[in-house]
C-alpha cells in the first residue's frame, strides 16, 4: 500500500489554474507567475493554510510582485562561487552545506534558492558520491548539513545511503538535516524514517517553522516523535513582512516550539532573492522583534537574528543595542526594562 505522505505529495497541485479561486488572482497572471517560478503545494498545506489564513497562504500563493524585483539578486548568498564541486558549498572552515534533495514537500515563495527550486535536474548517485568524496578528502570539515530541497522527501533507503557514506567520514563529527518536512508533510515522519535517522547519531534535524499555526496537531506529533527518539531538535524562522513580523506571534511561535521538544535556532532575515521583495523587513522591525523577547520569555526560546550577509560573507548576528556606553574602566547597559546598571572592569596588566 502506498503511504499515506506519498499520496499526500501525489495529489499536490502543481497547475496555477487550480489556485485561481482561492489566490484571488486571474488565471493569467498566475500562470505567467508560476511559469517563471514554479508552484506546488500539497494538500495538506492546502488545508492547513486555509484555516490559518493570510500569514499560511501568503507563503505559498504565487504574488505578481514577484515578477516586478528590482532589487533581488538571484543567487543573493553566492552559493554557487563558493561551490567546490556540485551540490556543496564550502563557506566556513569546519562545515558544508550539501544539496542532496532536489525537491520539497511544498514551494516557499520566499525560498532563497528560488532561483532554482521546483526546476532542478534530478540528483544522480555520481553527484552524490562526488560532494562525499570532497568531504572525504577535506578534514577540516567536521559539521555536514544536509539541505536542498528537502533531505526528507528522498526515500528512507536513499536517505539512509547518503547519511551512512557521510557517517563513514571520521572526521564529520555532526550531521544537520535541514527540513521543512515536519511543518510542511508531517505524515513523512514514520516509524521506518525514525529508525533510519536514529542510526546516524549525533544528527541535528533543524527544521523550519515561521507561523504558530504551522504547528498543528499532525505537526506536534512528528517533532515528539523525533524528539523521542533522541534526536536533538532545532528550527529556524525567517522573518516576513505581512507573515511574521510581529513580537507577539514570533513569541507565540517560540514558546509552542519549546512546548513540542524544538529549540529555536535563527531568526533569519529575508535573504536579497530575486522576486521576494515584497517578503523583505526593515532591520529595525527585527531588532524591535528581538528586544521585545529577551528577558520577556524564556531565554531558551529566543532565537538569535542573523543576516545571512549579500555576497557570500556568511551569517552574522544582529542585536539590539544593550550596550548604552563603555570607557576604559566600566560598561553601562540596558537591561529588558529598560534600567541602567553598570559593570566595573577588572583592573588587569599595568
Ligand atoms: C547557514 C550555513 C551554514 C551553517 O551555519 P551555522 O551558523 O553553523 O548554522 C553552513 N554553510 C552555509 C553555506 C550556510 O549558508
Ligand atoms: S522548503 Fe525550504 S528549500 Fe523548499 S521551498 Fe521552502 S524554503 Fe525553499
Same mark, same amino acid.
Given at each position: 500500500?502506498? #503511504?499515506?505522505?506519498?499520496?499526500?505529495?501525489?495529489?499536490?497541485?502543481?497547475?496555477?489554474?487550480?489556485?485561481?479561486?482561492?489566490?484571488?488572482?486571474?488565471?493569467?497572471?498566475?500562470?505567467?507567475?508560476?511559469?517563471?517560478?514554479?508552484?506546488?503545494?500539497?494538500?495538506?498545506?492546502?488545508?492547513?493554510?486555509?484555516?490559518?489564513?493570510?500569514?499560511?497562504?501568503?507563503?505559498?500563493?504565487?504574488? +505578481?510582485?514577484?515578477?516586478?524585483?528590482?532589487?533581488?539578486?538571484?543567487? #543573493?548568498?553566492?552559493?554557487?562561487?563558493?561551490?567546490?564541486? +556540485?551540490?556543496? %558549498?564550502?563557506?566556513?572552515?569546519?562545515?558544508?552545506?550539501?544539496?542532496?534533495?532536489?525537491?520539497?514537500?511544498?514551494?516557499?515563495?520566499?525560498?532563497?534558492?528560488?532561483?532554482?527550486?521546483?526546476?532542478?535536474?534530478?540528483?544522480?548517485?555520481?553527484?552524490?558520491?562526488?560532494?562525499?568524496?570532497?568531504?572525504?578528502?577535506?578534514?577540516?570539515?567536521?559539521?555536514?548539513?544536509?539541505?536542498?530541497?528537502?533531505?526528507?522527501?528522498?526515500?528512507?533507503?536513499?536517505?539512509?545511503?547518503?547519511?551512512?557514506?557521510?557517517?563513514?567520514?571520521?572526521?564529520?563529527?555532526?550531521?544537520?538535516?535541514?527540513?521543512?518536512?515536519?511543518?510542511?508533510? +508531517?505524515?513523512?515522519?514514520?516509524?521506518?524514517?525514525?529508525?533510519?535517522?536514529?542510526?546516524?547519531?549525533?544528527?541535528?534535524?533543524?527544521?523550519?517553522?515561521?507561523?504558530?499555526?504551522?504547528?498543528?496537531?499532525?505537526?506536534?506529533?512528528?517533532?515528539?516523535?523525533?524528539?523521542?527518539?533522541?534526536?536533538?531538535?532545532?528550527?529556524?524562522?525567517?522573518?516576513?513582512?505581512?507573515?511574521?513580523?510581529?513580537?507577539?506571534?514570533?513569541?507565540?511561535?517560540?514558546?509552542? /516550539?519549546?512546548?513540542?521538544?524544538?529549540?529555536?535556532?535563527?531568526?533569519?532575515?529575508?535573504?536579497? %532573492?530575486?522576486?521576494?521583495?515584497?517578503?523583505?523587513?526593515?532591520?529595525?522591525?527585527?531588532?524591535?522583534?528581538?528586544?521585545?523577547?529577551?528577558?520577556?520569555?524564556?531565554?531558551?526560546?529566543?532565537?538569535?537574528?542573523?543576516?545571512?550577509?549579500?555576497?557570500?560573507?556568511?551569517?552574522?548576528? /544582529?542585536?539590539?543595542?544593550?550596550?548604552?556606553?563603555?570607557?576604559?574602566?566600566?560598561?553601562?547597559?540596558?537591561?529588558?526594562?529598560?534600567?541602567?546598571?553598570?559593570?566595573?572592569?577588572?583592573?588587569?596588566?599595568?
Amino acid at each position: 500500500m502506498t #503511504p499515506e505522505w506519498k499520496r499526500i505529495l501525489a495529489e499536490s497541485i502543481d497547475n496555477p489554474r487550480d489556485i485561481a479561486a482561492l489566490s484571488g488572482l486571474d488565471a493569467a497572471t498566475l500562470v505567467s507567475v508560476c511559469s517563471r517560478y514554479p508552484l506546488l503545494i500539497n494538500p495538506y498545506v492546502l488545508h492547513t493554510a486555509q484555516a490559518g489564513g493570510p500569514p499560511l497562504l501568503k507563503q505559498v500563493i504565487p504574488d +505578481p510582485r514577484e515578477l516586478d524585483d528590482r532589487a533581488g539578486v538571484a543567487d #543573493p548568498l553566492a552559493e554557487e562561487r563558493d561551490s567546490p564541486v +556540485p551540490l556543496l %558549498t564550502h563557506r566556513y572552515p569546519d562545515r558544508v552545506l550539501f544539496l542532496v534533495s532536489g525537491r520539497c514537500a511544498s514551494i516557499c515563495r520566499f525560498c532563497t534558492r528560488k532561483r532554482k527550486i521546483g526546476r532542478m535536474d534530478p540528483i544522480s548517485d555520481r553527484a552524490i558520491e562526488n560532494g562525499v568524496d570532497y568531504i572525504r578528502g577535506n578534514d577540516r570539515i567536521r559539521d555536514v548539513l544536509l539541505s536542498g530541497g528537502d533531505p526528507l522527501v528522498l526515500e528512507d533507503d536513499r536517505l539512509a545511503w547518503i547519511l551512512s557514506m557521510v557517517r563513514s567520514i571520521p572526521h564529520v563529527e555532526t550531521i544537520r538535516i535541514g527540513t521543512r518536512v515536519p511543518c510542511f508533510l +508531517p505524515q513523512r515522519i514514520t516509524p521506518g524514517l525514525v529508525r533510519v535517522l536514529r542510526r546516524f547519531q549525533p544528527l541535528y534535524v533543524n527544521m523550519h517553522f515561521n507561523h504558530p499555526a504551522e504547528i498543528t496537531p499532525e505537526a506536534a506529533a512528528a517533532c515528539l516523535k523525533l524528539a523521542d527518539a533522541g534526536l536533538p531538535l532545532g528550527s529556524q524562522t525567517v522573518l516576513l513582512r505581512g507573515v511574521n513580523d510581529n513580537a507577539s506571534i514570533l513569541a507565540g511561535l517560540m514558546r509552542a /516550539l519549546l512546548r513540542i521538544r524544538v529549540k529555536p535556532y535563527y531568526l533569519l532575515q529575508a535573504d536579497l %532573492t530575486r522576486g521576494t521583495d515584497h517578503f523583505r523587513t526593515r532591520t529595525g522591525t527585527g531588532l524591535e522583534i528581538m528586544k521585545q523577547m529577551r528577558g520577556h520569555i524564556s531565554g531558551m526560546a529566543v532565537p538569535a537574528f542573523v543576516m545571512d550577509l549579500p555576497g557570500g560573507g556568511g551569517k552574522v548576528p /544582529l542585536l539590539p543595542d544593550y550596550v548604552q556606553s563603555r570607557d576604559p574602566d566600566s560598561l553601562t547597559l540596558r537591561n529588558y526594562r529598560g534600567d541602567l546598571y553598570t559593570y566595573p572592569e577588572p583592573h588587569t596588566g599595568g
